[in-house]
């Protein structure tokens, strides 16, 4: 900390403009330059397991540039995406970067290019983010670029640093206690937090709300979805082909069973209020989204095949990856060499008539090529009540 003391004090270095899409991103012949790279560890909830993420500060002249990489499945907790308003607190209070920094949200993606994105925190630190192109973080940071396109995995130095930090904060990280519950006491914290749902739906919550409940625990999602109870792994954002869903769940007995899952808040009613031969516009958007990530999944099925069995395999051997969560019965009996089974779940909205809606959304169903099943808020909780 001494460190960055002794750096900030040399210069005060805030950003005039916090607006970066008008800013003349031409760096002054003689401007000052500081680059610093480190791993940073926060407390995103105290539900969930500490946030770790790479962050690379670069000032040019009096605008400072912070990246926010994420590193994957080393990540002992929720992306950086998830938990990007407590990084950058963290990261201020903690006085880690200059006050007026401009943050950029950055991603090694399994399946495409790097992304970059700057977020802004508004009033009530809730972030919105802007896309930018590799040319524009050229002209911010010159050829500093071409080093923000290296894979962190493929830095050796960067590596021990995160592993250290995962020690830190797990100090068995590599090999957690994940399915060491029995079925009868996990059964029992199910039940406890899909009544907490409940109570939150009624609530008539937005999507990120919903979002950060769910991922204190994702075992209530395994049990649903799971072929048993206690038969599954559950992740959140997890990546597939052209980005990522918000969730996924894998079952199955002898052929493995992919459920990925997006979902939308409980703030609107899933038809439109004006007919019930439409579905709402924010419903219609998760369903389209996830029928394309399926659609290309199918167009290279044996490599998506590879992947989410090693996957498997890692989680079972006690690798937390993509904040997994293992049910009791481990490890799944599935076979590694048979086809898989993939099937899309779209929850979104509440239910007002459940009869006109549960024909609409039958014909939504019917009319995809893909296995894409469509929930509101109210019908995903009653599939979980009957079965415990």
Same mark, same amino acid.
């Given at each position: ?24 991103? *031409? ?19 105290? $539900? ?19 990246? +926010? ?21 963290? +990261? ?27 977020? !802004?925190?508004?009033?009530?630190? %809730? ?6 192109? =590799?040319?524009?973080? @050229? ?10 396109? +290296? ?12 592993? @250290? #930090? ?36 009624? +609530? ?29 792994? #559950? $992740? ?7 980005? @990522? ?13 992919? $459920? ?27 369903? *389209? *989204? ?25 989680? =079972? ?7 997994? !969560?293992?049910? #009791?019965?481990?490890?799944? *009996? ?32 019917? %009319? ?7 929930? !509101? ?12």
């Amino acid at each position: 900390m001494t460190f960055f003391k002794t750096f900030f004090s040399k210069k005060k270095l805030v950003s005039k403009c916090h607006d970066v899409s008008t800013c003349d991103p *031409q760096i002054p012949d003689v401007a000052p330059v500081y680059d610093i790279d480190f791993i940073h560890t926060c407390v995103n909830s105290p $539900f969930s397991r500490n946030v770790i993420c790479r962050v690379r500060l670069k000032t040019r002249g009096e605008i400072s540039y912070v990246f +926010l990489t994420d590193i994957g499945d080393k990540n002992t907790g929720a992306s950086v995406t998830n938990s990007v308003e407590r990084i950058i607190r963290s +990261l201020e209070s903690e006085k880690k970067v200059p006050v007026g920094s401009v943050f950029i949200e950055h991603y090694d993606e399994l399946w495409k290019k790097p992304s970059f994105d700057v977020v !802004t925190l508004d009033e009530r630190d %809730s972030p919105s983010w802007k896309s930018q192109s =590799e040319n524009n973080i @050229r002209e911010w940071v010159g050829d500093e670029v071409e080093e923000l396109l +290296l894979p962190t995995a493929d830095d050796p130095l960067m590596m021990r640093k995160i592993e @250290r #930090a995962r020690r830190t904060s797990y100090p068995d990280a590599n090999h957690p206690p994940v399915w060491a519950e029995s079925c009868r006491a996990s059964k029992d914290r199910v039940k406890i937090f899909v009544n907490a749902l409940s109570a939150l739906i009624n +609530l008539n919550p937005d999507e990120r709300t919903i979002q950060t409940f769910m991922k204190a625990d994702l075992s209530f999602l395994g049990s649903v979805y799971g072929v048993k109870s206690e038969e599954f792994i #559950a $992740f959140s954002e997890f990546p597939v082909p052209n980005g @990522r869903v918000d969730f996924a769940v894998f079952t199955g007995r002898s052929r493995l069973q992919v $459920f990925l899952i997006e979902v939308k808040g409980a703030n609107f009613n899933f038809a439109n209020e004006n007919s019930y031969k439409n579905i709402n516009a924010k419903a219609n958007e998760a369903l *389209q *989204q996830l029928r394309s990530r399926i659609g290309e999944i199918e167009r290279d099925v044996k490599k998506f095949k590879a992947d989410v069995h090693s996957i498997r395999q890692k989680c =079972e051997d006690g690798e937390s990856i993509f904040g997994s !969560t293992l049910g #009791a019965d481990m490890p799944l *009996q599935v076979d590694p060499n048979k086809d898989i089974i993939i099937r899309g779940v779209v929850i979104a909205g509440r239910t007002v008539n459940d009869l006109e809606e549960s024909r609409l959304r039958n014909d939504y169903e019917a %009319s995809s090529n893909h296995r894409v099943n469509i929930e !509101t808020w109210d019908t995903f909780i009653r599939r979980w009540k009957p079965r415990h």
